[in-house]
T-cell receptor
Framework: AQKITQTQPGMFVQEKEAVTLDCTYDTSDPSYGLFWYKQPSSGEMIFLIYQGSYDQQNATEGRYSLNFQKARKSANLVISASQLGDSAMYFCAMREVGNQFYFGTGTSLTVIP | NAGVMQNPRHLVRRRGQEARLRCSPMKGHSHVYWYRQLPEEGLKFMVYLQKENIIDESGMPKERFSAEFPKEGPSILRIQQVVRGDSAAYFC?????????????FGPGTRLLVL
């Protein structure tokens, strides 16, 4: 079974609008961490946001927030007030206690002016 | 504190040659991960190493590929007898041990082109 599933290969959003990128995960560990990364066309991987499995509140980092629904095993990334520079690939990842990281297949986001 | 360093950034090889990709983790990080990314695709996990130890190589092709992380020096991903299908971006990432909330830090990647 896939550890991380991103079902949206591509997404479009109007500039200044909010967009949600979906991510579901599969683990039987009680302790795990969830991460989102951005990969612009230049190729580097940029860490965006982290959510711990025991965190009571949803993580936020500037315009990024993580909609964490533990019972549903989902960790969707919400980008508010989209900017043209947000156009990139976005990867969801999970880290289990054994240190392994699992990545999804990514979502390509295009911000339309 | 320097980030994760990878070299070379670009590597061109002819079919049948060997490719050696190097990764120096961030200072204090003892865990290294290698990923492959084909054009227009996501990251594929290859191997996870600690110093002098391969923890998980389940994503590594059984033939021609090997990885090491010696006690001293960088981690090396070695591809023998390269074929055109090996053309990809290879990313290295490092993390500190046993701290769930610590993210992986990625290097800039090595773009391998096999002619």
């Amino acid at each position: 079974a896939q550890k991380i599933t991103q079902t949206q290969p591509g997404m479009f959003v109007q500039e200044k609008e909010a967009v949600t990128l979906d991510c579901t995960y599969d683990t039987s560990d009680p302790s795990y961490g969830l991460f989102w990364y951005k990969q612009p066309s230049s190729g580097e991987m940029i860490f965006l946001i982290y959510q711990g499995s025991y965190d009571q509140q949803n993580a936020t980092e500037g315009r990024y927030s993580l909609n964490f629904q533990k019972a549903r095993k989902s960790a969707n990334l919400v980008i508010s007030a989209s900017q043209l520079g947000d156009s990139a690939m976005y990867f969801c990842a999970m880290r289990e206690v054994g240190n392994q990281f699992y990545f999804g297949t990514g979502t390509s986001l295009t911000v339309i002016p | 504190n320097a980030g994760v360093m990878q070299n070379p950034r670009h590597l061109v090889r002819r079919r049948g040659q060997e490719a050696r990709l190097r990764c120096s983790p961030m200072k204090g990080h003892s865990h290294v991960y290698w990923y492959r990314q084909l054009p227009e695709e996501g990251l594929k996990f290859m191997v996870y190493l600690q110093k002098e130890n391969i923890i998980d190589e389940s994503g590594m092709p059984k033939e021609r590929f090997s990885a090491e992380f010696p006690k001293e020096g960088p981690s090396i991903l070695r591809i023998q007898q390269v074929v055109r299908g090996d053309s990809a971006a290879y990313f290295c990432a490092s993390s500190p041990p046993r701290v769930l909330q610590e993210t992986q830090y990625f290097g800039p990647g090595t773009r391998l082109l096999v002619l």
